[in-house]
T-cell receptor, first 114, second 114 residues
Framework: AQTVTQSQPEMSVQEAETVTLSCTYD???????LFWYKQPPSRQMILVIR??????QNATENRFSVNFQKAAKSFSLKISDSQLGDAAMYFC???????????FGTGTSLTVIP | GAGVSQSPRYKVAKRGQDVALRCDPI?????LFWYQQALGQGPEFLTY????????KSGLPSDRFFAERPEGSVSTLKIQRTQQEDSAVYLC????????????FGPGTRLTVL
């Protein structure tokens, strides 16, 4: 079974600083996708970044980047130059290449301190 | 529409009542998903539609849960004889074609069963 673990229920970061959110997953598949979603208080899940497992290069989207370690089954999110608008719940998610289902972690609540 | 919309945003039901939750996916999106998000947890998959066909309902927790998408656009999640454990946020997501495409989420419906 696929499981996604986020071991940091809460994190905080000073505005303009960098923070890293951790995620590990368990799978026997070799081809899959990993995602980070942001869920602000409005509850709307917003895609932050996506990584294909077959790609060795880490995905980057502006201030957001990932550290994908396939052998270690680790997928951390780095947020650089943190902004107040980054405050939200962040969910790591896994999906098989041919699957319908997303498997989500329990989330990390990020606070940005002005 | 510009994004996935859901209605109502909030629903309070007495135990034993039936409820119907509506999802309007992004126009033209073929795939539609329902998730259940309990308090403090990540979303959990309920069911998946490709157009009007319900291809995966493995996540529905009981036969009290029923989903439909009769014309391949709007979907309704119905919960019969609601129980307190049904209290959660119900998220809808859509993707353009295949289930493997990026999913775009709606704001969710918060169901509280008293």
């Amino acid at each position: 079974a696929q499981t996604v673990t986020q071991s940091q229920p809460e994190m905080s970061v000073q505005e303009a600083e960098t923070v890293t959110l951790s995620c590990t997953y368990d799978t026997s598949e070799s081809d899959y996708y990993l995602f980070w979603y942001k869920q602000p208080p409005s509850r709307q899940m917003i895609l932050v970044i996506r990584q294909e497992a077959y790609k060795q290069q880490n995905a980057t989207e502006n201030r957001f980047s990932v550290n994908f370690q396939k052998a270690a089954k680790s997928f951390s999110l780095k947020i650089s130059d943190s902004q107040l608008g980054d405050a939200a719940m962040y969910f790591c998610a896994y999906r098989k290449n041919t699957g319908n289902q997303f498997y989500f972690g329990t989330g990390t609540s990020l606070t940005v301190i002005p | 529409g510009a994004g996935v919309s859901q209605s109502p945003r909030y629903k309070v039901a007495k135990r034993g009542q039936d409820v119907a939750l509506r999802c309007d996916p992004i126009s033209g999106h073929v795939s539609l998903f329902w998730y259940q998000q309990a308090l403090g947890q990540g979303p959990e998959f309920l069911t998946y539609f490709q157009n009007e066909a319900q291809l995966d309902k493995s996540g529905l927790p009981s036969d009290r849960f029923f989903a439909e998408r009769p014309e391949g656009s709007v979907s309704t999640l119905k919960i019969q004889r609601t129980q307190q454990e049904d209290s959660a946020v119900y998220l809808c997501a859509s993707s353009l074609y295949q289930s493997t495409d990026t999913q775009y989420f709606g704001p969710g419906t918060r169901l509280t069963v008293l």
